[in-house]
């Protein structure tokens, strides 16, 4: 399952050139034709292959209704095409022209409070507007006449990041579609009142009529929770049926050319659900930008860990990330030396067989002008091209890696958008909880302690590792407890964590005690929630110390044992964290927020008990971490010192600060 393995997918370049894709978003429209050469040029010389082309050139391909202006895109593909530069060719939809906004301000959206989002940045368009699908699928039909055929093109890059602005819209037309949306899923008002719990407030439905998205109640109201949790998928739904309608038009139209999107398994995006999107595309492709801090590398390697086994553990496109600062958080940090190429092989590590970058050319005026690019505002006699040039090397040199599949780790973090979103979601018994976060704490800990785990989307088939970790896996869905106790028993082992096994698909609790759906496999039982305040601590008698959380646990099956106990706080002396043998695996329950690091402590006895190990000699554990695709090692340097790595790579070697090799 390696090497040259696409045939799963339409990957946007044959096989037989195998290569790593190197590129960029190219927006050549906010520049004057000439401009055009130098860039070219300057691609040629870094050694670029590709380039995502018109993401947001509608307004220029069509200045108005029945006005098209193919002239200057034609000149781009043929330049591009003469020197050797595929296209990933956008459908131009992202971001609806005036023109249209103006003759059709109903394919504008509105928030829950009502306010239209008017145009003046992007993406103000409904997902389910029909009328805004119609004017989408006309250009969409356009371009694919027009550039079909045409020798630079090898792949079609739907709209762009998807649910970025406008994730959520609250109008009349998606009040409409979730109406349709509820009747596929319930069938009845009756069945639709069961699982919103209607009783509850006089919320009963007697028509599909009456039925709305979840609109602004008033400050504090709590609003119905099960009525917004099927906001949510529906939202994600509804985007997902306008990348259907663009891409089953682009495969009728030309049927060889891959479609893709660009997805966002990133920090802190969490509209769409992309365990139920990766299937739609013909490869997957991920933006990512790093959020700076302690675990911004840790981070970037989780979502690149993700998005490879959303892909099947097959390889994926980077389609965007930052050659160095970006210009929408609060304080828009450069990166320091090595670290440009540093996460771009972190990517390449966990999958992807491209890595390009938002974007070519720095914009000199608009919303992004402070944002990085290949090409910065100083030129190209800078550090950032130098290192892009460099990169573009490196990936030349790292040809033979392309097509290998990841190799499966041993332990796996198990993802789940659902729980995600039904975690965080009010009313609950702390805002503080934060599902990401935990789940990447876990993975720091695992990365800390020298051993590889995959990131893995739920529905996936994680039967096959020795170990799982399920942190704040708050909604259980009938049949998921049973699944992971068989798996218990058969010589699986179940980590999980508080605010686990709470609800149903519906939201419903699992009544008689907390962890409900999860307190047989796990062999405790727990009355009442206590969370803690947030200048609360709470003591183990291991040496960690808990917070945001703490539960009294009283244990249920004799044979639980007890690896951890509070010392200090309301629940002193009891239970911290369980393990449950069941059958020839376990079950283990971790009751409090530890953090990276006492989740490591932990994790360190969970996994040598599981007999998962480190691949790592004990020396390079935590300085480096390790991803393997196939043949091929990636050892990436997480520190800012030098490492000798000489024991793994077979020849003396060190690896400097922030750097990555490769090694057979
Ligand atoms: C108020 C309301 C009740 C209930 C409680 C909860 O008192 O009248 O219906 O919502 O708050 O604290
Ligand atoms: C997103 C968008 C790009 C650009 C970058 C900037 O990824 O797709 O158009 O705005 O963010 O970080």
Redesign the pocket.
């Given at each position: 399952m390696q090497d040259q393995d696409h045939r799963w997918l339409r990957w946007p370049t044959e096989p037989a050139r195998r290569r790593i894709a190197f590129g960029a978003?190219y927006n050549p429209e906010q520049w004057p034709p000439h401009v055009w050469d130098d860039d070219v040029r300057a691609m040629r010389a870094a050694g670029l292959n590709i380039v995502s082309l018109g993401?947001?050139s509608w307004a220029r391909i069509q200045p108005g209704a029945d006005v098209w202006d193919f002239t200057w895109l034609d000149e781009v593909m043929d330049l591009l095409h003469a020197n050797s530069i595929a296209v990933d060719l956008a459908t131009g939809t992202?971001s609806p022209p005036h023109w249209l906004t103006t003759k059709h301000p109903e394919i504008l959206p509105v928030d829950h409070e009502g306010r239209t989002v008017w145009p003046g940045a992007?993406q103000h368009w409904r997902p389910t507007s029909p009328v805004f699908r119609e004017h989408a699928l006309r250009l969409v039909r356009a371009m694919a006449e027009r550039y079909g055929r045409h020798p630079a093109l090898v792949a079609w890059h739907v709209s762009?990041?998807f649910g970025?602005h406008n994730a959520y819209d609250y109008s009349d037309a998606a009040a409409a579609a979730f109406r349709d949306w509820l009747r596929a899923r319930y069938r009845s008002t009756a069945a639709l009142n069961r699982a919103w719990t209607t009783a509850v407030w006089s919320q009963r439905y007697s028509d599909w009529a009456e039925i709305l998205p979840p609109r602004w109640t008033g400050a504090g109201s709590q609003p119905n929770p099960a009525q917004r949790l099927d906001f949510l998928r529906f939202s994600s739904d509804a985007l997902r049926e306008h990348l259907r309608a663009e891409r089953d038009l682009l495969r009728e139209l030309t049927p060889e050319v891959p479609v893709t999107t660009?997805f966002?398994v990133a920090a802190s995006v969490r509209a769409v659900d992309y365990a139920r999107w990766a299937g739609e595309v013909d490869f997957v492709a991920n933006?990512h930008?790093v959020v700076p801090g302690p675990q911004g590398l840790d981070e970037l390697s989780f979502s690149a860990n993700l998005t490879g086994n959303l892909a099947g553990g097959r390889p994926w496109f980077l389609?965007?990330h930052?050659t160095s600062a970006?210009?929408?958080q609060p304080i828009n940090v450069a990166k320091r030396p090595g670290e440009l190429a540093r996460d771009s092989l972190t990517h390449v590590a966990h999958g992807a067989d491209a890595v390009c970058f938002?974007?070519w050319r720095q914009s000199a005026g608009g919303?992004?002008k402070y944002?990085s690019a290949m090409v910065p505002h100083a030129g190209t006699d800078t550090a950032v091209f130098r290192a892009v040039c460099e990169l573009g090397a490196t990936l030349r040199d790292l040809a033979r890696v392309a097509g290998a599949h990841r190799t499966p780790a041993r332990a796996a973090i198990l993802f789940d958008w659902e729980s995600w979103w039904a975690a965080e979601q009010d009313p609950r018994p702390s805002d503080r909880v934060r599902y990401r976060q935990e789940a990447l704490d876990w993975y720091t800990a695992f990365l800390d302690l020298g051993i590889r785990a995959d990131v893995t989307p739920l529905d996936a088939d994680w039967e096959r590792y020795d170990l799982v970790v399920a942190p704040l896996l708050h909604m259980v869905p009938g049949g998921l407890a049973a699944r992971l106790t068989v798996y218990a028993i058969a010589g699986g082992h179940v980590v999980t964590t508080y605010c686990s096994g709470i609800v149903d698909e519906h939201d419903h609790v699992w009544l008689g005690g907390y962890p409900g759906a999860l307190c047989d496999l796990l062999g405790i039982r727990i009355e009442e929630f206590a969370p803690l305040l947030d200048d609360e601590r709470a003591e183990l008698d291991n040496g960690t110390t808990g917070t945001v959380w703490s539960d009294r646990i009283d244990l249920t099956d004799p044979a639980t044992e007890v690896l951890a106990r509070y010392r200090t706080g309301e629940q002193a002396g009891r239970p911290a964290v369980t393990r449950r043998p069941t059958g020839s695996g376990s079950a283990a329950y971790v009751s409090t927020r530890l953090g990276a690091g006492g989740v490591a402590a932990i994790l360190d006895e969970l996994a040598g008990r599981a007999g998962v190990t480190s691949e790592l000699p004990p020396e390079l554990r935590g300085a480096v971490e390790l991803a393997v695709r196939g043949p091929h090692r990636f050892l990436i340097n997480r520190t800012d010192r030098p490492v000798d790595v000489s024991a793994v790579a077979g020849a003396a070697t060190i690896l400097g600060p922030r750097a990555v090799i490769v090694v057979r």
């Open positions: 978003d993401i947001f992202a992007r762009n990041e970025c660009n966002m933006d930008y389609m965007e930052s970006v210009s929408w938002f974007q919303a992004e944002h």
